[in-house]
């Protein structure tokens, strides 16, 4: 039996060595391992590959949430509305700005906040909005945009997920990149994400100058000019070199790469259809599966059984923010019942871009199996 890991960055290093190691040498080098000329071109090359006029790279996804909320102006005294159903950086994020979460529950079929919920979360507070493109999904932005401008609220996105994801106004519109869809975004750079560094990165995007500027200085001890210092609470999160060296090999393949695991995904759906629930795609969206996560009321035993046959899969996420003990006090248990009964359901099978059809059909012959059985 030959296992399928859900996940195979070591084929991705070995497909790209010779490039890597160049790199990587390069910068060792260079005698410069922090900022310097590799992270300025990887900013402009992100720049340009999402469409965004100010990339501002930082050490990781968390810390591009949390100082774009900085940035945006939102601290102590705001609320700021996000989902439950998420890695819990998001939620971190808020904290760290000094800002309170609140949160709203998901639509149980795209597993995104749901904007109708929006209405009844919103307070006097309230200053910002954080929707999770959750898988690679863009959320529903036209609904949220138009809620944030009703309500005269910011909309910081997180675009973890999302590298290269489009929201299309009109179906199958080429439409417009994730993190240009809001004030600014966080986007992740950890290894597993569809776009992934040998170590922690991470990068906000924005088309204000203002808060790009505000970013750059949180990041940078509040300072342009070494030993100047000209905001308080400044911070340090910064790119270095070999990361971005390393970025800079692999973004020219993440259109390729994508479109890959959206072929990938289609094999899935074929395969799976009237075993599990396969993935919504919805029509605004160009999904580029950072997960596929289907659901099952069969889940653990499903998970339990591939494990077992060599097949590897993941919970994304087991718990939602407000079960987690952490976090009790944001929300009391049995409020956010999609958040919670999604957290019960879904499950990721293997998906990266170095999977071959044939291991597709080995991973939807063994979900056939244990539902035949
Ligand atoms: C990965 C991730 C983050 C955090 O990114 P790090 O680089 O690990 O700090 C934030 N939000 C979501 C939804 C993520 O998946």
């Not at 890991?5 to 160049?22: F, G, M, S, V």
């Not at 910068?27 to 999402?50: D, K, R, T």
């Not at 050490?59 to 774009?68: E, H, K, N, R, V």
């Not at 003990?325 to 293997?350: N, W």
Request: proline share 7%; aromatic share 8%; glycine share 6%.
């Amino acid at each position: 039996m030959l296992m399928i890991p859900i996940i195979d960055l070591q084929r991705e290093y070995q497909t790209l060595k010779t490039q890597i190691d160049a790199a990587v040498g390069r910068v060792l080098a260079s005698g410069s391992y922090i900022g310097g000329p590799e992270v300025s071109a990887l900013e402009a090359e992100l720049s340009s590959y999402l469409s965004s006029p100010y990339v501002i790279t930082v050490a990781s996804g968390t810390d591009a949430l949390f100082i774009a909320l900085r940035a945006m102006g939102v601290g102590p005294g705001d609320e700021v509305i996000t989902t439950p159903f998420t890695f819990i950086a998001t939620v971190e994020a808020i904290q760290h700005a000094g800002a309170k979460p609140v949160l709203v529950d998901i639509d149980p079929q795209t597993f995104n906040l749901e904007p109708a919920h929006l209405e009844s979360a919103l307070s006097e507070r309230t200053r910002a909005i954080l929707p999770v493109h959750l898988y690679g999904q863009p959320a529903p932005m036209r609904e949220i945009r138009a809620f944030a401008q009703q309500h005269r609220l910011l909309i910081l996105e997180d675009a973890a997920q999302a590298i290269g994801a489009r929201y299309c106004a009109v179906d199958r519109e080429p439409g417009r990149m994730a993190g240009n869809l809001g004030d600014a975004a966080g986007f992740s750079l950890y290894p597993t994400k569809n776009l992934g560094a040998y170590g922690d990165a991470g990068f906000i995007t924005t088309s204000s100058p203002q808060i790009a500027e505000e970013a750059r200085l949180i990041a940078a001890h509040g300072s342009k000019m070494r030993y100047h210092h000209i905001r308080p609470a400044g911070y340090t999160s910064r790119l270095d070199a070999l990361q971005a060296a390393i970025l800079r090999v692999k973004l020219p393949y993440l259109e390729s790469w994508n479109t890959r695991r959206r072929h990938i995904a289609r094999l899935y759906d074929e395969g799976l259809k009237n075993l599990v629930e396969t993935p919504y795609q919805a029509p605004y969206s160009y999904h580029i599966y950072h997960q596929y996560t289907v659901r099952t009321p069969e889940r653990d035993r499903l998970l339990a059984f591939l494990k077992e046959n060599g097949v590897g899969s993941s919970v994304h996420y087991p718990l939602p923010a407000h079960l987690q003990p952490a976090y009790r006090d944001l929300a009391p248990q049995g409020s956010l019942p999609e958040s919670e009964k999604a957290a019960q359901e879904v499950l990721s099978l293997p998906m990266h871009p170095f999977l071959e059809d044939a291991q597709v059909e080995q991973v939807i012959e063994t979900v056939r199996r244990f539902f035949a059985a």
